[in-house]
């Protein structure tokens, strides 16, 4: 068991507390939700006049603070250290090294300021994604109210000990894990702890041992919030033995994998250098027994082996990754881990939470029933749009359902500038934005028919009453509540307008619309109504002998715009996945309505409840995981189970989290996606992107970034090693033949820094295809050349070829063994080779669509920088002071035709290998 260090823990224990140690031991080990008061007393060894301040100290030693212990954080020096260790980097080092030896300066820098700005971008991720568990120790409140020697004191939360007696009341965080032992009409907001959505009642009770934690009344948890009420408890537990600390331990001990995308780039960075390594060698060797010195043979080995390595590589990456987040933060994706951004592209499974993401997080009246009639209410959330279609409904009925929601309610609905804003329970504030939108406001209605009592709704009465005074001698009782106990209260039921003797039949008919209702997923409520006298106010039957008036059913409703997400991703391939702290019906009837479930599917083919996921290993899950779509009433440890068992089939996970329990899942999945507005600090600093909105359309758009990215990857890779490896064909084959060398060092590396700059950044920004929503995920473990071989090989053997058969063509033209023949023959393989490249980065824009449907200026950043490099050429090679630096000679017109045609094979062949795949598709 992992202990807590504190300032008393450091000292030698004597041995009365190393006896208590051994005695306590087992308070660790309770089902605590499962005792009774008595045995809890007992098993804490502490009484209602709460412990001793001795004895409270005693047990600080024992338990330690309550707090969450932090392990060792890495330095910031070491954090940037290790950005510099990817084989990659590794390399650039290499390349910057060497070219700082011979004398490429301005190549050596540009080099130098890639690995820099690559570095400093890693590190500021690695840096912020380390501080969950500092932002766990942040929220805690500092103080509380606890009984110690039988008398009520205020001390620091971090002091609280089990055994203590806490006092809780509304507006307080709860500051340790404890049993209940007095409550008046106590509620907690669960939601950060179980994605409950209503605040949950507790009350002292005994609950079976099975029962999960969203259903323990007699529980109250740390960092929950009262909402109303106020209760004693025990507490139980501090520390890291809270559900809180749990959390923090299972999100410690989470090792955060490289994406999928980092993997890629690692393999593609140690095959680079193999490839380097094993050509530069060889074809060395091979120059120097051809009679080349000792120093040009190292110089141009040199040139060769940097000519392997794409020095632009992490630039362009960190650019697309850049560029792309810019465009996700106006959309309201936040994204704090780059890399994440790519494997988003990849994604195969989006599990998401229901509350606040595919629903508004506003609760919302969907549906009233007035004696054998229903009624739908249109609108979603706290706003007044929205009507009710009550043509067939009795107005009077209708009325005095209105005036009840607004009168029998704590809540406040005000406009402020065009704004609606609200205060109080979810519940109410759903009444009275459905009177609102019958015309019926509080201001007025209060003032019409001001309130004289309120009877207050309890978990043991079920129901709330409130009376106003209608003339001098006249009040109106109206009262919402349960359904069964509102039904029990009433002798009447207001049909059509006209009160009825409410029957046995009556009764089974509600009920049955109570029931329908409910497997809606639809929260239901029952009003009653009835005038009384004054002299009746004082009496205990004032909630007796009621008129029924109707139900009203509400919910927290989908978003509008996320139906539409849905069916984006099942066109895309990507299953999406509701897991929520809510109940099965709520759950399958919001699944049902935005499209993961259809009508016709049976709840218990494609949903799992928290219990029965209690009764499954990982194995065992991952056995059902590929046709789960729902999962229920679910608890921290299950969310973990869930991505584990997803990972064990080979799934790409999107996991979405807003609260506390969902910080080790948001940490294990690929992606973590925290929630911007209703997330705790904790789960925004586990995860890896922030919905600014919560809203789970923005997922599908980030999707798309991730998509359109890895695409540009893969065509900045075709694009770059096209020329790397055709300029290794290049030199090998002339140094094996014994030819004079192709291309001298100083031109591999121009080439180099012409073809690795700006072209293929532009590449890296490329906007995405058309339809590319439309694809199913790609495998993870597919390579990043996956389907470019009608490329990667291709293009650069014709470059390789049309090049040396240039080189033969202009020897035997002007004199084998010249010099001005030679040096003729390098210009015109330089032109080539860059205009070869330029053109062809045309091509790389799409490998399935032809410009023309691409947009040929949709990529203006590419056009401008293809113009740029073509300028710079041109001025190099005609400039005489630079043409002499490359020892390059004139060409004549009839040289330049021959380059421009050349250069247009790689573009031709592309463009017609396309043409022929379209036709086949």
Known sequence: MQTLHTPRASKILDKTVLKGVEEMSTVRKHSWHALNEEQIIHSLRTSVDGLTQEEANKRLDIFGLNEIKETKKLSRVTLFARQLKEPLIMI???????????????????????????????????????????????????????????????????????????????????????????????????SPLTGESFPVSKYPTESPKETPIAERKNILYTLTTVTSGRGKAIVFATGIDTELGKIASAVQSIDVQKTPFELKISHIAKL?????????????????????????????????????????????????????????????????????????????????????????????????????KFANVTGAGYTLDGNLDASHINATHLDLMAKGSVLCNDANVWMDNGDVRVSGDPTEIAMLIFAYKLGFTKAKMDLELPRTQELSFSSERKMMSTIHKLDCNKFEVFTKGASEVVIG????ILVEGNPLVFSDANKDRIIAAHDEMAKRGLRVLALAYKQVSESVLSNENVECNLLFLGLIGMMDPPRTEVIGSIAQCKSAG????????????????????????????????????????ELMDVRSLSEKADYIK?????????????????????????????????????KAADIGIAMGITGSQVAKESASIILADDNFATIVSAIKEGRRIFDNVKKYLVYLLSVNLSEIIILAFSGIVGWPLVLLAKHILYINLATDGSPA??????????????????????????????????IPIILAVTSLLLFVYV??????????????????????????????????????????????????ILLYSLLGESFAILFIMNYPPVQTLFDFVPLQLDDWIIVSILATFGFLYSEIIKLIKRTKA
């Open 630 to 666: 729902i999962y229920s009433r679910v608890s921290p440890e299950h969310k973990l189970k869930i991505v584990k068992a997803l990972k064990n089939k080979g799934h790409v996970i999107a996991m979405t989290g807003d609260g506390i329990n969902d910080a080790p899942a948001l």
């Open 489 to 492: 209260r009433c002798d009447k």
């Open 811 to 860: 020897l035997q033209v002007n004199g084998w063994g010249s010099t001005f023949a030679v040096e003729k023959g390098r210009t015109m393989i330089f032109a080539v080779i860059v205009f070869f490249e330029l053109f062809f980065a045309l091509s790389c824009r799409s490998f399935t669509h032809s410009l023309h449907k691409l947009g040929f200026f949709s990529n203006k």
């Open 272 to 372: 680079l250098s193999l490839i380097m390594l094993i050509v530069a060698s060889l074809v060395s060797i091979l120059t120097f027994t051809r009679g080349y010195g000792i120093f040009d043979t190292f110089v141009w080995g040199i040139s060769l082996a940097v000519a392997a390595v794409p020095e632009a590589l992490p630039a362009v990456i960190t650019a697309s990754l850049a560029i792309s987040t810019s465009r996700m933060a106006k959309q309201n994706a936040i994204v704090k881990h780059l890399p994440a951004v790519e494997t988003l592209g990849s994604t195969t499974i989006i599990c998401s939470d229901k509350t606040g993401t595919l629903t508004t997080g506003q609760m919302t009246v969907r549906m009233i029933y007035l004696y054998d």
């Open 761 to 794: 950044i532009a590449l890296g920004l490329e906007p995405h295809e058309p339809n590319i929503m439309k694809r199913k995920p790609r495998n993870p473990k597919e390579s990043v050349f996956f389907g470019m071989n009608r490329w990667l090989i291709p």
């Open 574 to 613: 990507i299953n999406v996945v509701m897991i929520t702290g809510d109940h099965m019906l709520t759950a399958v009837a919001v699944a049902r309505e935005i499209g993961i479930i259809d009508d016709t599917t049976k709840c218990e083919e494609m949903a799992l409840s928290g219990k029965e996921l």
């Open 92 to 190: 650039l080092l290499a390349a910057t090294t060497i070219s700082a030896l011979i004398g490429e300066i301005v190549d050596a820098i540009i080099i130098i300021a890639i690995i820099l700005i690559t570095a400093f971008v890693g590190f500021i991720q690695e840096y912020k994604s380390e501080r969950s568990i500092e932002a766990l120790k942040k929220m805690t409140s500092p103080r509380c109210r606890v009984i110690r020697d039988n008398a009520e004191i205020i001390t620091e939360v971090r002091e609280l000990v089990p055994g203590d007696i806490i006092i809780i009341s509304a507006g307080d965080i709860v500051p340790a894990d404890g049993y209940i032992i007095e409550a008046f009409n106590l509620e907690v907001n669960e």
